[in-house]
């Protein structure tokens, strides 16, 4: 999405103040006047507010609005609050001034309030986007930090055995994964079919009910059935659990409903209790008129028995007039979770987001290009969350789960990119492919890349990707050296895209390898450049392959000739580099990693690389700068540059650095090698 503007109210405030006190001695003044009056001074002492926070100037600030932290940019921000509420008593249908309220109170971190703000502002606007999107953010603030990795499934209790079927069961969510805990007593009426056969007192099932309006006063709430699994029974009925709490302060939470298909309209309603110990802690008579609403929230707070194990009863009974006909309720979803969760629990905040912006039009998509710009600045915490919601919106693409996986590969975290990958795999394989498979490479899972890329070639005939797909397999079998397998599928790949010079290139590489001969290689090399005589990158492998020859001369010429197609291909520049060092060339290839250096100032590479060139040639200080100047710029971190650095750490006799690096090393990559032997060699 792009950047929401601010609005601001062009009347000065003094003249508006003027006007103000004027008219309080000779005239009534209009309502809306007044109102702007104090919508001007809210905003203004909101501004105040974020520039005590040090957040002036934040243009994205409400697309992802951050609770104040300083006392006095909260003392500001509560009396821009007051003045919002002022100028909606003064004008209740100021749309723009229920969105400047719901923003305060997000600053506040009061996301109820918002919620209730911005749903104002929706039912003056309901035609207006932004409003709907700024209902959704103020649900999504709302919504308890979930206790599983981002982008995961949340954990599941596990599926019930036929001994947890027999008898009810209370799911514990403050554990992970989350248990059910058994009841260890059911107390129910026996009751007839109108037959006259006995029916079950009490049993599970999915009711679909719309949440009740009436639960959340003020705030929008979406029409549409929520089906919740509900413990239902025949009232009366008391079921009871023995329940060892966390220290944590805990809830228990549920929905009050009754059986849509059951519900007696001309009956009293039902009653719904609580108890801990003898204790007597959450009552409700839910009538027939709220009955017939839908979902009605409810909440037991347990935090007075925290770290305690106690008997917790449910109980339902008939109504006022004590009628239990057609009295068939249950308690839905009923859960125990930490305290602090309950409220967006109960409000299903995280669903109620997503409906909101979907009202509002919002598509995943403007949520994943406002992903891509936070990654791109480098903002990556932001731009996960921005993928996230995007995931509420469209689940079944992927793509959201793809951009974090990007995400956490540029910041070092591979197990958790790998993750998103197979999530986003097992919800659009095809998509997915290209991602994981290079992610297995990178990590040294050759194999299991291998069969990444296998199934999808087999299984996905049609796809956009294939040819992505026969480039990075012919890729995998080199990095293990099966020379003959690399050659069969180049052929296969060629055969279906004849006219792609990158086959041939790496069929002409395979051939040199597996022993074909120089002559055999250039051949197809050639058919490359045929096809692509004008990038240069033709001309440049084909200098490595000299260079791989050892046909040194050769190979410099053929890197020029690429390199005057493109002189800023930085690649190029540095393979050229690499290949007069391989030939024993140190001064030219010296003068080639500066000349490098001079046209890209910041390529992490080029510094690795040169590195290596001062350690031959004796010039320790020099090594040292340089490498840790590739560390410095390196984007994403790379284990190998870590590697690069201990080996020169330690062969310029600094072996506490170096014993940094190795670890360095191991932490992005654990089954690295070269830095466990180093570490042993080095004697930690």
């Not at 243009?59 to 003045?83: C, F, I, N, S, Y």
């Not at 909440?299 to 109504?319: E, I, K, S």
């Not at 040639?617 to 590739?630: F, W």
């Not at 330690?650 to 650095?657: F, I, P, T, Y």
Request: proline share 7%; with cysteine.
């Amino acid at each position: 999405m792009g950047k929401v503007l601010h609005f601001t109210i062009s009347i000065p405030a003094a003249l508006v103040a003027a006007v103000v006190a004027l008219s309080a001695l000779t005239l009534r003044l209009p309502s809306r006047l007044v109102a702007l009056y104090y919508q001007e001074q809210g905003a203004r002492a909101l501004a105040r507010a974020l520039l005590a926070e040090g957040r002036a100037g934040e243009g994205g600030l409400w697309l992802e609005p951050e609770p104040l932290t300083r006392p006095d940019a909260q003392a500001l921000a509560a009396q821009a609050l007051e003045r919002f509420q002022a100028a909606i008593a003064a004008d209740p249908a100021n749309f723009q001034a229920h969105r400047w309220l719901g923003r305060a109170a997000l600053l506040l971190d009061r996301p109820g309030d918002a919620v209730a703000a911005f749903s104002a502002a929706v039912r003056l606007r309901p035609d207006n986007p932004l409003g709907w999107w700024e209902l959704g953010l103020a649900y999504d603030h709302l919504a308890p930090p979930m206790p599983f990795s981002w982008g995961d499934r949340p954990e599941e209790e596990g599926p019930a055995s036929a001994g947890e079927l027999s008898q009810p069961a209370l799911i514990d969510r403050t554990s992970s994964p989350p248990r059910r805990i058994p009841a260890v007593g059911v107390e129910a009426p026996a009751v007839e079919s109108s037959a006259g056969a006995p029916l079950p007192v009490w049993g599970y099932a999915r009711w679909p009910l719309p949440d009740a309006p009436g639960g959340w006063p003020g705030w929008w709430v979406p029409d549409e059935p929520v089906p919740r699994t509900v413990l239902f029974a025949a009232v009366p009925a008391t079921v009871t659990f023995r329940v060892s709490l966390p220290v944590t302060p805990a809830a228990l939470v549920f929905w009050m409903g009754m059986d849509p298909a059951l519900q007696a309209p001309q009956g009293d309603g039902v009653v719904y209790r609580v108890w801990v110990e003898d204790r007597e802690i959450f009552s409700h008579t839910l009538r027939p008129q709220e009955v017939r609403a839908g979902w009605w929230p409810a909440r037991a707070d347990l935090t007075p028995w925290a770290g305690r194990t106690v008997r917790l009863t449910l109980t339902l009974d008939p109504g006022p007039a004590g009628d239990p006909n057609g009295d068939w309720a249950g308690w839905g979803d009923a859960q125990l979770v930490e305290a602090a969760r309950a409220g967006g629990v109960l409000a299903g905040a995280e669903r109620r987001a997503v409906a909101a912006w979907r009202a509002g039009g919002i598509s995943a998509q403007q949520l994943i290009e406002a992903g891509e710009e936070a990654r791109n600045a480098k903002r990556y915490e932001e731009a996960l969350r921005w993928y996230r919601k995007a995931s509420g919106l469209n689940p079944a693409d992927g793509e959201n789960l793809l951009r974090a996986g990007l995400v956490y590969e540029e910041i070092g975290k591979l197990e958790e990119a790998e993750q998103m990958y197979r999530i986003a795999w097992s919800i659009a394989p095809a998509k997915a492919t290209k991602y994981l498979s290079l992610l297995l490479e990178k990590r040294g899972e050759y194999g299991a890349a291998e069969q990444i890329l296998r199934e999808a070639l087999f299984n996905y005939p049609d796809a956009s990707d294939r040819l992505e797909w026969w480039r990075a397999l012919g890729n995998n079998l080199q990095l293990q050296g099966r020379w003959d397998e690399a050659f069969s599928i180049y052929v296969k790949a060629i055969e279906e895209f004849p006219n792609d010079p990158a086959l041939y290139v790496g069929l002409g590489w395979t051939r040199y390898k597996r022993g074909d001969g120089l002559e055999a290689a250039l051949g197809e090399m050639h058919r490359a450049l045929a096809l692509d005589s004008e990038s240069g990158d033709v001309h440049i492998i084909i200098g490595m392959l000299m260079g791989e020859a050892r046909h040194c001369d050769e190979a410099d010429t053929w890197f020029r000739l690429g390199l005057e197609r493109n002189p800023y291909s930085a690649w190029g520049h540095l393979m050229r580099a690499n290949y007069a060092r391989a030939c024993g060339n140190l001064d030219f290839a010296l003068s080639l990693y500066q000349e490098t250096l001079a046209l890209f100032p910041n390529f992490a590479a080029a510094y690795h690389e040169i590195a290596l060139v001062y350690k031959l040639n004796n010039q320790p200080q020099e090594a040292v700068d340089a490498v840790e100047k590739s560390l410095k710029l390196m984007d994403p971190p790379d284990p190998w540059f870590y590697v690069r650095a201990g080996e020169i750490y330690e062969w310029a006799g600094m072996l506490d650095d170096a014993v940094a690096a190795y670890q360095h090393a191991l932490a992005l990559d654990p089954n690295n090698s070269v830095a466990l032997q180093a570490l042993q060699r080095v004697g930690k």
